[in-house]
């Protein structure tokens, strides 16, 4: 299941572009919380080829269920880059209308909004994609979290359950080398994330996160196998996060330079570019210009939405209850004052 399959130029750059725009995305919202209009963020830098090269491999009729660190399952889904905007800066055209800091959903995109509290979303996809295997319907569950997830027991009901339903749910651990302090090897007594699959009755496969190529090669085929009929999968994408773990933390209390800078190393933005350099398909003069206009076109969009009103205070009031009672209708009046 490891080979790598040769992708076409089309699609190597399609995962690049969109794997820089996810960069810039998260280095501009993080500019933004620091001066006060974001509340919070939490940035995926180091892991975009996780997210991006699985929600390629995958099919629009596909449901994505994210955690707070997929910036780039949303670009390759297609969302707008002022819908996402608008969400971190509170206006208008947030879909969730302000509610839920740091996560992110659209069902217009098929995109299940995250959890709060850590892999809570995991039996839930399960229980979805079951339903809709009962449906007759095609569309495969695209779950992803992180490696800190997996010690909750969320995540053992959710593979159980999807073995024995053999629902089309394909698991996406994002091993990105850490909890917050947590690192890895105090997260588990196992070798691998992966080989916890084993103990559900499917197969657990691991993959270099840090390589598009390989990461598509492998949802691609759970994918396939999902939709056949075939069942679950749990990948591992061995990857790390290079930045903190949200605006609220301090790495260098919990990780040595070094290590940063090895990881920096491998950062999957460079080898996907060292790619396609060697194909012919940019080259120092085409990526200049992709990064800069890619740059232009993210703060013009900023700059729009900066200009749209802000989510009106009531909406914390809305889509909670069908009928909201008295006690919130009476504080809703109090807002209104
Ligand atoms: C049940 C629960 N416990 C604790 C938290 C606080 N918390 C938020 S993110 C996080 C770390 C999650 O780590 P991991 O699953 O590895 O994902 P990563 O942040 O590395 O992407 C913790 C402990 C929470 N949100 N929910």
Redesign the pocket.
């Known amino acids: 299941m490891k080979a790598c399959e040769l992708l076409s130029d089309e699609l190597l750059l399609k995962m690049y572009r969109e794997m820089v725009l996810a960069r810039l995305f998260d280095s501009a919202m993080v500019k933004l919380q620091r001066a006060g209009k974001v509340a919070a963020y939490?940035s995926s830098e180091g892991?975009e080829a996780v997210s991006v090269a699985a929600v390629n491999a995958a099919s629009p009729i596909d449901w994505i269920f994210p955690?707070?660190?997929e910036t780039g399952a949303f670009i390759a889904r297609g969302v707008p880059l002022e819908t996402l905007i608008a969400r971190q800066l509170g206006r208008v055209g947030d879909p969730l209308k302000g509610h839920e800091v740091l996560l992110f959903g659209d069902k217009r995109y098929r995109i299940v909004t995250g959890?709060?509290?850590?892999?809570?979303h995991i039996p839930v996809a399960v229980g979805f994609g079951y339903a809709t295997k009962r449906r007759g319907e095609d569309s495969v569950m695209l779950v992803f979290?992180?490696?800190?997830?997996?010690s909750?027991g969320d995540f053992h009901e959710g593979l159980n359950m999807a073995g024995v339903l053999r629902t089309p749910t394909i698991f996406i651990c994002?091993?990105?080398?850490?909890?917050?302090s947590?690192p890895r090897r105090q997260?588990t007594a196992s070798e691998t994330f992966a080989e916890k699959a084993e103990a559900y009755g499917f197969e657990g496969v691991i993959a270099d996160g840090n390589n598009v190529e390989e990461m598509y090669t492998i949802v691609s085929k759970a994918v396939e196998k999902a939709r056949d009929g075939g069942g679950p999968t749990l990948i591992e994408a061995i990857t790390y996060?290079l930045a903190a773990?949200?605006t609220a933390d301090d790495p260098t209390k919990y990780r040595t330079v070094q290590e940063v800078e090895m990881w920096r190393s491998r950062d999957p933005i460079t080898l996907c570019r060292k790619l396609l350099f060697q194909r012919s398909v940019l080259n120092e003069e085409k990526d200049t210009m992709l990064w800069k206009s890619l740059g232009q076109m993210l703060e013009q969009k900023i700059e729009e939405v900066e200009k749209t009103p802000a989510i009106p205070t009531s909406a914390i009031f809305e889509d909670v209850y069908s009928t909201p009672p008295w006690h919130l209708i009476e504080e809703l009046s109090d807002v209104n004052l």
């Open positions: 939490t892991q955690t707070y660190r959890p709060g509290p850590v892999a809570a979290f992180g490696d800190g997830a997996t909750k994002q091993n990105n080398q850490y909890a917050i947590v997260q996060r773990h949200s």
